[in-house]
């Protein structure tokens, strides 16, 4: 009889009864096992070391070191890293400073267990799991730091980028991109690795910030018109 492969999960939460919670909701899983919790940023650092989990659920707002300040030591040390922000705060300083320091998502703790469960396996797949209220704050703040006037950044980019950036700009997975574009999963992933490199960025996040930023994107135009528009 085979023994399943649990991935590890770390909970960073300062509330014993939110730990307690999860400690009930991960016991009876055969994808997911907790293997520790942290109750400050700080912890988490030290948790991370010594567990190495495949995933970490971090609060944001805690005493002592906070959950943003948790994330960014955890990022910078192990680039790697799979973070996702899990907190009641969803506010723009919140969203924008979890994910700058490198939160792989953001989600909010109303999130059911059915979408936690697969934002949690979005995040390891290296998509960006973001609730849905979650990404119209980050793309409305991203849109009105960037400006409605002026023409696309030329940086290279084909039609089929462009488009892809759209689906992106709706909050797709990349199995959702693949399916609009015809595509596998696969060449999804390999057309964000050559986007990543034209803008200098890496992440999900950071590509979705800088092409709006650069008005590649519009997250008001549907994709198609986007690539048609870029393309002339």
């Given at each position: ?143 009105g730091e960037a400006g409605t006037a002026g023409q696309p950044a030329d940086v290279g980019l ?75």
């Open positions: 009889m085979t023994t399943p492969v649990h991935t590890r999960v770390l909970i960073v939460d300062d509330d014993a009864l939110v730990r307690e919670a999860y400690r009930s909701f991960f016991a009876d899983r055969d994808d997911f096992a907790l293997v520790g919790e942290a109750r400050d940023g700080a912890e988490a650092v030290d948790s991370y070391a010594v567990l190495q989990p495949a995933i970490v659920l971090m609060d944001l707002q805690m005493p002592g070191v906070s959950g943003i300040e948790g994330t960014r030591r955890i990022c910078s040390r192990w680039p790697g890293a799979c973070v996702v922000a899990l907190t009641t705060f969803g506010t723009r300083d919140y969203i924008v400073a979890a994910l700058r320091a490198g939160a792989s998502g953001y989600l909010l703790k109303d999130a059911g267990a059915g979408q936690l469960i697969a934002a949690m396996h979005q995040a390891l797949c290296g998509d960006m799991p973001l609730s849905s209220s979650i990404r119209r704050q980050l793309v409305s703040s991203v849109t084909t039609a089929r980028e462009v488009e892809l950036l759209g689906w992106l700009t709706q909050g797709m997975t990349n199995f959702q991109i693949g399916r609009q574009m015809y595509v596998s999963e696969g060449s999804v992933k390999q057309y964000l690795s050559h986007i990543g490199d034209k803008l200098g960025v890496k992440s999900r996040t950071q590509i979705l910030v800088k092409a709006i930023q650069l008005n590649i994107v519009n997250p008001h135009l549907t994709p198609t018109i986007e690539a048609q528009f870029i393309a002339r």
